[in-house]
């Protein structure tokens, strides 16, 4: 559930109007929900309360503006980060280093000496040199960092090629039947302290089952390395879990479902719990608003040319992702809907939101909403084409604020610096 909702004809955020922030912004713009954010985080919080000892570390990567990072922290969430932007953007948002989880596959040694300096909860190592990489920094430093080791559990997470992550032939993690080995040799590096197991398989997971797999494996690793002399007190049990991107027939599991079945597969050891959730929090509390530039015909087709483009919202043309498009003003009941190729104005074929995607008749300058877009949204968006960043505004109640503002022309040319021959 969400907070985007009709009232009398238009479409609001919580008590706003988006016609209102339209107005007043400009379109594009991204508008996340406070209500929505809050409600997911604690849909997760309750699901996990059988876990005294537990985290929500949200997955900044999903949308990682500083008032929506101050909105969870203020919940009581933790922080995945990937990068030393991400850590530093979770440090400036006032969420301490001890909530504060380090994934990803290619930490540099800079990046590892900024959060071991600024505190981290822990280290999620995703192989042998990057392991030896985190104990000498540690050592030199003369600090012992926590590590959890991320394994691979070989499971087939039944999601999008680009978002599976715990496969053999990914990336991620080490081989799980090689996890007594590595556990060995990391107890033996001075600048580490094994706390525990990280698994993470893919994102948008709308089915349980990878994750009974994937978790069963994990126990039975626990109990191993308990029985090795690894003192095994933390589980990061990853992100993932899916949300609904049309409104019809899909209904992904709910945390409730996830949680339950996190306390059936782990929840006999005694860990700590960890989750790394960010599609399910921030995807459907965030919509895209955009305006119609033209309505064009085309041989036996109609294109609706948005003012919102592949730059701002990638996930049609990298994923084929399908997101819900309604108009701002609800249609009257019973209108005959038209089949619509809805597309930006970048100077791609690539750039298709949708095909025949039917929609009430629409002109130009009406306005619509890309449901679902919370998530890898503004995250993933670039200047291509020159374009600007797209506002970012976040609602609360019957109040709103840009929480990122629309660049000039001039902010982003005089980024570029010229050389002295020119
Ligand atoms: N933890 C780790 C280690 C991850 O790699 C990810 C996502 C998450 C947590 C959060 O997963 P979530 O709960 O959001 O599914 N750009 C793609 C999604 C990429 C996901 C990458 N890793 C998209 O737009 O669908």
Request: net charge negative; with cysteine; hydrophobic share 40%.
């Amino acid at each position: 559930m969400d907070h985007f909702l009709y009232r009398d004809g238009a479409l609001y955020a919580e008590d706003v109007p988006l016609s209102e922030i339209a107005v007043q912004v400009g379109t594009p713009f991204y508008v996340y929900s406070t209500a929505t954010l809050q409600r997911h985080f604690r849909l997760f919080d309750e699901a996990l309360s059988w876990a005294p000892d537990h985290l929500i570390c949200y997955a900044m990567k999903a949308a990682s503006n500083q008032a929506i990072l101050k909105t969870l922290a203020a919940e009581g969430a933790g922080m995945d980060v990937v990068s030393g932007g991400e850590y530093a953007r979770a440090k400036a948002a006032g969420v301490p280093g001890e909530k504060i989880v380090f994934s990803g596959v290619g930490k540099t040694r800079e990046e590892i000496r900024t959060v071991l300096e600024g505190g981290i909860r822990q280290f999620n190592v995703e192989s042998e040199p990057e392991m030896r990489a985190i104990s000498e920094v540690a050592s030199a430093m003369g600090v012992v960092a926590p590590i959890t080791i991320r394994v691979n559990p070989d499971v087939d997470a039944k999601t999008h090629a680009k978002i599976a992550t715990g496969k053999s032939e990914n990336k991620f993690g080490i081989p799980i039947a090689w996890a007594r080995e590595v556990y060995a040799e990391a107890a033996k590096l001075p600048g580490l302290k094994v706390i525990g197991i990280d698994v993470h398989i893919g994102s948008q997971l709308t089915d349980l089952e990878p994750y009974e797999l994937a978790y069963r494996k994990v126990a039975e690793l626990t109990e191993t390395l308990r029985a090795d002399g690894h003192e095994i007190r933390r589980l990061d049990l990853g992100g993932g879990l899916g949300i609904p991107y049309t409104r019809s027939n899909e209904a992904p599991p709910l945390p409730s479902d996830y949680g339950a079945l996190i306390e059936r597969t782990v929840g006999h050891l005694g860990c700590e719990i960890e989750i790394e959730p960010g599609r399910f929090i921030a995807g459907n509390a965030g919509l895209l608003v955009s305006g119609i530039i033209y309505v064009k015909q085309g041989d036996g087709r109609s294109f609706m040319i948005l003012d919102a483009a592949m730059n701002d919202l990638i996930r049609p043309a990298m994923y084929d992702a399908h997101h819900e498009i309604v108009p701002l003003i609800e249609a009257d009941a019973g209108v005959d809907l038209l089949p619509y190729d809805i597309v930006g104005p970048v100077c791609e074929s690539g750039d298709t939101f949708a095909k025949g995607r039917l929609m009430p008749p629409m002109k130009a300058g009406d306005l619509l909403a890309f449901r679902s877009a919370g998530a890898y949204g503004a995250v993933m968006s670039s200047e291509y084409n020159t374009r600007p960043l797209i506002p970012e505004v976040l609602v609360n109640g019957d109040q709103f604020a840009v929480i990122r503002k629309r660049p000039t022309f001039d902010e982003i040319i005089n980024r570029d610096t010229l050389p002295e021959w020119l």
